[in-house]
């Protein structure tokens, strides 16, 4: 995988921190996205560049507006010559539980264009070129259930949006299969917190009777299924919504303790 470049959206903090540490330790060159967290995108591209001898640089754009897209993908092809993976990690979700009809216009508009749009106008501007070179990997994050496209009380934006992306990133792989490009998705179980940037092996040591595999979630559980995804040989993988829970039933979760 040496000298392929990856765009990780929302990728200084969380998971796509603990992703961009992983694709960089596979020779994986990133294009490290971030929209306020800046002393952290720039502490993290050093350190992987330090460590692993990769090229990494930061990029400062709102995925949620197509001209920041354009901007962000114009800024990374100053660098490299290709984006040949995108991992569209961020995605606003608001914390409140609020009914739907609570939702004001915009905040509605912002939770779909960050989760939903951003794919759609990120993959409009890279997809052309990865045609061209017949090899791309677009990978998606949803939560656990997304493509059965359940209800969510008080998180109606967010699942809607998440719903309508799984039905995307499907649609994606039957369209770009003949042109060697891949779409997968990644669902995340209840990986919270400092958790979300942790190693397996962190959490070897600390119990949850919550999860069935009797440890909680780590941000390196995603990142390894992303890198996998990524790699050269998972070309026969497209299409596929893959839930990362550790066994645990999220949204009944949720609903038990309504």
């Not at 995603?222 to 949204?251: C, H, M, W, Y």
């Given at each position: 995988?040496?000298?392929?470049?990856?765009?990780?959206?929302?990728?200084?903090?969380?998971?796509?921190?603990?992703?961009?540490?992983?694709?960089?330790?596979?020779?994986?060159?990133?294009?490290?996205?971030?929209?306020?967290?800046?002393?952290?995108?720039?502490?993290?591209?050093?350190?992987?560049?330090?460590?692993?001898?990769?090229?990494?640089?930061?990029?400062?754009?709102?995925?949620?507006?197509?001209?920041?897209?354009?901007?962000?993908?114009?800024?990374?092809?100053?660098?490299?010559?290709?984006?040949?993976?995108?991992?569209?990690?961020?995605?606003?979700?608001?914390?409140?539980?609020?009914?739907?009809?609570?939702?004001?216009?915009?905040?509605?508009?912002?939770?779909?264009?960050?989760?939903?749009?951003?794919?759609?106008?990120?993959?409009?501007?890279?997809?052309?070129?990865m045609r061209e070179r017949k090899w791309g990997r677009i990978i998606t994050?949803?939560?656990?259930?997304?493509?059965?496209?359940?209800?969510?009380?008080?998180?109606?934006?967010?699942?809607?949006?998440?719903?309508?992306?799984?039905?995307?990133?499907?649609?994606?792989?039957?369209?770009?299969?003949?042109?060697?490009?891949?779409?997968?998705?990644?669902?995340?179980?209840?990986?919270?917190?400092?958790?979300?940037?942790?190693?397996?092996?962190?959490?070897?040591?600390?119990?949850?009777?919550?999860?069935?595999?009797?440890?909680?979630?780590?941000?390196?559980?995603?990142?390894?299924?992303?890198?996998f995804l990524a790699n050269e040989q998972s070309s026969f993988i497209t299409?596929?919504?893959?839930?990362?829970?550790?066994?645990?039933?999220?949204?009944?979760?949720?609903?038990?303790?309504?």
């Amino acid at each position: 995988m040496k000298n392929k470049t990856a765009l990780i959206t929302g990728g200084a903090v969380g998971i796509g921190r603990r992703t961009a540490q992983q694709l960089a330790a596979e020779g994986i060159n990133v294009i490290i996205n971030y929209r306020n967290s800046k002393n952290e995108a720039l502490e993290l591209a050093a350190y992987l560049t330090e460590r692993y001898s990769t090229r990494n640089i930061c990029i400062q754009g709102d995925i949620t507006e197509y001209e920041a897209c354009r901007k962000i993908v114009a800024d990374a092809l100053k660098d490299f010559s290709a984006i040949d993976i995108v991992v569209h990690n961020a995605g606003p979700y608001v914390s409140e539980r609020k009914k739907m009809g609570e939702y004001g216009i915009d905040e509605w508009n912002y939770i779909i264009n960050g989760n939903l749009n951003a794919v759609f106008y990120l993959s409009t501007l890279i997809i052309p070129s990865m045609r061209e070179r017949k090899w791309g990997r677009i990978i998606t994050v949803g939560f656990d259930r997304v493509e059965s496209a359940p209800g969510w009380i008080y998180r109606s934006a967010f699942a809607a949006a998440k719903s309508g992306l799984a039905s995307l990133t499907k649609t994606i792989a039957l369209e770009e299969a003949e042109n060697g490009i891949t779409a997968n998705m990644v669902c995340p179980g209840d990986i919270i917190g400092d958790w979300k940037e942790k190693t397996i092996e962190a959490s070897l040591y600390t119990a949850d009777p919550t999860v069935p595999v009797g440890r909680p979630g780590t941000g390196q559980d995603v990142s390894r299924v992303i890198s996998f995804l990524a790699n050269e040989q998972s070309s026969f993988i497209t299409g596929s919504i893959i839930p990362i829970t550790g066994g645990k039933d999220v949204l009944g979760k949720i609903f038990r303790e309504k």
